[in-house]
T-cell receptor, first 114, second 113 residues
Framework: SAVISQKPSRDICQRGTSLTIQCQVD?????MFWYRQQPGQSLTLIAT?????????ESGFVIDKFPISRPNLTFSTLTVSNMSPEDSSIYLC???????????FGPGTRLTVL | AQSVTQLGSHVSVSEGALVLLRCNYS??????LFWYVQYPNQGLQLLLK??????LVKGINGFEAEFKKSETSFHLTKPSAHMSDAAEYFC???????????FGAGTTVTVRA
């Protein structure tokens, strides 16, 4: 499986600010995804990060709030914009070699918004 | 569309006892089924998966799961619990033609000495 790293591992941010989370993979992968895990809850898919084109967002998530970049096959960023305390969550990226491959997850970014 | 139900949000077992975590799924197409484990303050680690073929799947750390189509279940078991098994466990499903994972609510396992 691929080695996946995320930066930062955790952060505490002020309301109204934005945070960009990075996901780096040690090999080229076709599929990259971003998930949110709210406190005490399961994972929810935010979007699929598409290389060279706009991300595909799931219902309830919009580009203005969660802009995503995917400049190449090993790197993606997720920005959480204009944050509020409700955005306090763990944000995880996952990767797969193709659309039918197992997804492997990064270690997550723990975000607290005050 | 796919969905997952995990029965029991918390399971407590004694060290050396059987671990049984229940997962039922709903899928309109042949499912791919997964169990992931999340240790405190860490990301998700794949325990095992079922795609096709043998319905009894063996994973890491002594865990196994059996796909039962007639019962739409994919329960996770381990014969003898270890203290290091304390974690949160997530069952997930995707369609065989759809990469999107749908996760269950998770089951927290505690192991008593």
């Amino acid at each position: 499986s691929a080695v996946i790293s995320q930066k930062p591992s955790r952060d505490i941010c002020q309301r109204g600010t934005s945070l960009t989370i990075q996901c780096q993979v040690d090999s080229q992968v076709t599929m990259m995804f971003w998930y949110r895990q709210q406190p005490g809850q399961s994972l929810t898919l935010i979007a699929t990060a598409n290389q060279g084109s706009e991300a595909t967002y799931e219902s309830g998530f919009v580009i203005d709030k969660f802009p995503i970049s995917r400049p190449n096959l090993t790197f993606s960023t997720l920005t959480v914009s204009n944050m509020s305390p409700e955005d306090s969550s763990i944000y995880l990226c996952s990767v797969g070699r193709d659309s039918r491959d197992t997804q492997y997850f990064g270690p997550g970014t723990r975000l607290t918004v005050l | 569309a796919q969905s997952v139900t995990q029965l029991g949000s918390h399971v407590s077992v004694s060290e050396g006892a059987l671990v049984l975590l229940r997962c039922n799924y709903s899928s309109s197409v042949p499912p791919y089924l997964f169990w992931y484990v999340q240790y405190p303050n860490q990301g998700l680690q794949l325990l095992l998966k079922y795609t096709t073929g043998a319905t009894l799947v063996k994973g890491i750390n002594g865990f196994e799961a059996e796909f039962k189509k007639s019962e739409t279940s994919f329960h996770l078991t381990k014969p003898s619990a270890h203290m290091s098994d304390a974690a949160e466990y997530f069952c997930a499903v995707s369609g065989s033609n759809d990469y999107k994972l749908s996760f269950g609510a998770g089951t927290t396992v505690t192991v008593r000495a």
